[in-house]
């Protein structure tokens, strides 16, 4: 025991004696270098697969995981999604489920195969001449490579899951089962072979999905195109297009019936290859005066032309002569508008959705007019024109020319066409700089074009089953009885489906599933035999899908009961999004491999751009497959932003890497703030938005080791009763019943902010700042035996039982750490745990009513006090015997028979009912409460440092309060020193 000297005054040094916090819980947390201790300590326990084994009887709650693509480092985007994950499959283990979690990954498709191809050009290579296996084995194992990468980063962010067993679209059982969700969809007549415009890739060489385009400035030729009337010599109806390449495509016009058009005389014309004098023009009035500036024209309008004479009116194609020399009908459209261009829109029904889709609406009307409803294939898969377009394509002076190179560069199709349509005397105007959006692949950043081509659909509206039951109704229906988080989703994803086309799901590269069918040759049916197709999935499941291209295939498959050389075998592969649209077939299913899961699964959660990618294929493949959507319901989060709320890029170099996070700070900051976010909106990440977060989490973690270092003189058989506990005890208990109602019900609804700030509010304001501030002198300083200090280390028993739960599935790894401080063990793990049940009576409203305006009276007496400390007048509350004027009864009342000197930690305080004078210390929120400072009269307690009249009082402790002489006296008597 040390002795300090102050003047002629002798003072012990008590410290000692205190029951002080005595934790090795560390302030600074090392995160970087702490966390792969307790990633070591999941797997050496292995606690997935204990949990699995201790909740195999609870209900299953299955989130299945949308495969990320198996060919890069993680992004935060990606960090995000993860995260967001654990949140849920953690959160509901811990809610009492059985919420297993099998990861996957999407390994088969163009980016994989594009970089492939990349190493092949850097060694001068032709993919050409490469055996096809060879070439789908080295995508394998770069897929194989980049899984393995990922799935360390993914568990580095504290994710936990099935990792050895993860689902790959790649592995033979899953390959076998993707074709067999495909023939499936065959049996049932669903699958065909059609042709229609597609968006397509000629830098990649394969038709694209929706999903994978993206739309980018682009600078384009805009031209303006007179089409003669037929039959109205001098007359014209003029389109504008910014693709001038699909002029030889052009088969209609389109019109709407909801614009006013009009007849337009041309009076002066002062272009150099325009519209002449005397030549009438057709227009939408809106859009006619426009036109008629940019070509230098003055016209007069001369008639209105109603729809019923538009409908009448047959065009001649621009270059019909140059073998052209066709019919193009006017056609009335609902995609038509007068918002730019001439109020007519070129329709070639080869190179755009809505062109072919007016075009087969009025199929039979066309045929019964005389016209060839033919679609031609004008460009082929190098963008080069075809022969079906005279003039421009292989039969051509100089070859065929070009839309776009295998570069993305714009070939010479444009220049020629125009060049074209200036001698045909049919130019209008050409605009040659237009800047606009265009779509983009977004692998090859390079634009695309709309081609018609065979490719191999799904039937949206075919019925099937019942006479009203297609997957359009199928999937709409599903929809309907799936919940949305959040609901804007469903209507979301509800519009795609309504209007969207049918299902294209053929692509012409090597890497992926095949299309697993054949066709006859002469009749050109798809061949319909359980017994073919039993045989090809056979094969796969032992081969892997290789084996469609092996030698011999298609006679292997076929069998005995059909000729080889009578049928085609497909060589084109399935979209992607079939692949991983089929997961549900060969995860959620497979009993044997995954006993846990459950089909349909719980819920689908990825990034809100998957309501046109995963959620909208899964739904797809499920409806046609099971007839009813393959989740029960969805969750989208936004888009993660830099700091000033702009898409991140490398280019732009704005990106930040989760990576980066986790070596500087460690996961758990990651993990805050993913949890902290509003994930439903786009939301941003920046240095200081990191800094803020590493602050809360410091704040957590310094209040979690308060907890830990005072119950280390916790003693589980001194626990104390709820009955037998002071008010300020029970308060805190009914805090915690509320708490837990808050915190069941925001992780029910996904609800991670509010679980987030509802904690960290508790904490911080109620914890920290109120209840620890007051029983600190009763938990330093009380005696052995104090009723006090025994109650409140129980309820500090309570609190750490359930922060560390509650906490448990967002900071995975400081909850662990806190966990094992007080539960040391090799199987031993937070994780392990449900949330603790609370008892129903803890909830106490009209005690926590009382409390409220106890809690209101003391601020009044903390702002008077902070006063006083500004001014320097004291150092510590503990100096001050405050005076308090109440006039208001119900005020006073609630603080009747408290000690208000112990909640306001002061030495001293007096209560007064009535005025105050009038320099009284007041607030505004709180009317009828005064304040006056006075000093605390009497002696300090060398040990509690309070100000009181009884210091001395014991002779054995001249120095010290009775009620620390006490304290003292009981240590001794426990033998624990004086």
Known sequence: MTETTTGATTERDYSATLFLPQTDFPMRAGLPAREPEWLAHWEKMDLYEKLR??????????????????????????????????????????????????????????????????????????KDEVPINEFRAECRTFAE???????????????????????????????????????????????????KPVMWSVVERTALAEAEIEYHDYESDAIWVKFPVAGQEGTFVVIWTTTPWTIPGNRAISYSSRIDYGLYEVAEAANEFGPQPGEKLIFADKLADEAAVRAKLTFKRVADVTAKELGAITC???LHEIGYDFPVPLLDGDHVTDDAGTGFVHTA??????????????????????????????????GFYTRDVPAFGPDAEGGPARVIDDEGKKGDANEKVIRALMAAGNLFFWQRRFKHQYPHSWRSKKP????????????????????????????LTAIDETKFYPASGQNRLRSMIAERPDWVLSRQRAWGVPITVFVHKETGEVLKDEAVNERIADAFEAEGADAWYAEGAAQRFLGGAYAADDYEQVRDILDVWFDSGSTHAFVLRNKEKWPHLKFPASMYLEGSDQHRGWFHSSLLESCVTNGHAPYESVLTHGFTMDKNGFKMSKSVGNTIA???????????ILRLWAA?????????????????????????????????????????????????????????????????????????????????????????LELSAFYFDIRKDALYCDPISSATRRAALTVLDHLYSCLTAWLAPILVFTMEEVWLERNPGADSSVHARVFPEIPAGWKNDALADKWQKIRAVRRVVTGALEIERKNKVIGSSLEAAPKVFVTDDALAQAIGGQDMAEICITSAIAIEMGAAPDDAFTIEDVSGVAVVYQPAEGTRCARSWKVTGDVGSDPAYPDLSARDAKAMRERAAAGLGS
Not at 99 to 117: N, T
Not at 155 to 170: C, S
Not at 176 to 181: D, G, K, L, P, Y
Not at 448 to 475: C, E, H, S
């Open 53 to 126: 084994e201790q909740s195999r009887e609870r209900e299953k709650f299955t989130l299945h995981d949308g495969p990320p693509y198996a060919n890069g480092n993680i992004h935060i985007g990606h960090a995000l999604n993860k995260i967001l994950k654990d949140l849920v499959s953690r959160s509901k283990q811990m809610l009492g489920y059985n919420a297993a979690y099998v990861p996957g990954w999407d390994c088969h498709g163009l980016p994989i195969e594009w970089k492939i191809e990349e190493q092949y050009r850097d060694k001068g290579k032709n």
């Open 448 to 475: 695309i074009i709309f081609r018609n081509t065979p490719q191999w659909f799904v039937y949206m509206d075919k019925p099937f089953g019942a006479a009203d039951d297609t997957l359009r109704t199928r999937a």
């Open 349 to 382: 029904p080869g190179h755009g959705a809505d062109d072919f889709e007016v075009w087969m609406a009025n199929g039979r009307m066309l045929a019964e007019r005389g016209i060839d409803t033919k679609i031609p294939f004008a460009v082929d898969d190098a």
């Open 658 to 668: 989760p990576q980066d996070i986790i070596k500087k700070f460690g996961a758990d």
């Open 145 to 195: 490579h980049w899984v393995d990468v990922q799935r360390e980063e993914f568990k580095r962010l504290g994710v936990m899951g099935d990792w050895e067993n993860p689902y790959l679209t790649m592995s033979y059982d899953a390959e076998a089962q993707i074709a067999r969700e495909l023939m499936k969809v065959s049996m049932l007549g669903q699958l065909y072979r059609g042709s």
């Open 676 to 764: 902290t976010v509003d994930y439903s909106e786009d939301h941003r990440i920046g240095d200081e938005i990191i800094a803020n977060t590493v602050e809360s989490y410091r704040k957590i973690r310094n209040t979690l080791r308060w907890l830990l270092g005072n119950l280390a003189h916790f003693k589980p058989e001194e626990a104390v009763d709820p009955g037998d506990m002071p008010e300020l005890e029970r308060l805190i208990l009914h805090r915690l019943a509320v708490l837990d109602g808050q915190v069941r019900a925001a992780y029910d609804n996904y609800d991670y902010k509010r679980v987030a700030a509802a904690v960290g509010n508790f904490m911080n």
């Open 316 to 318: 001649r194609h621009p």
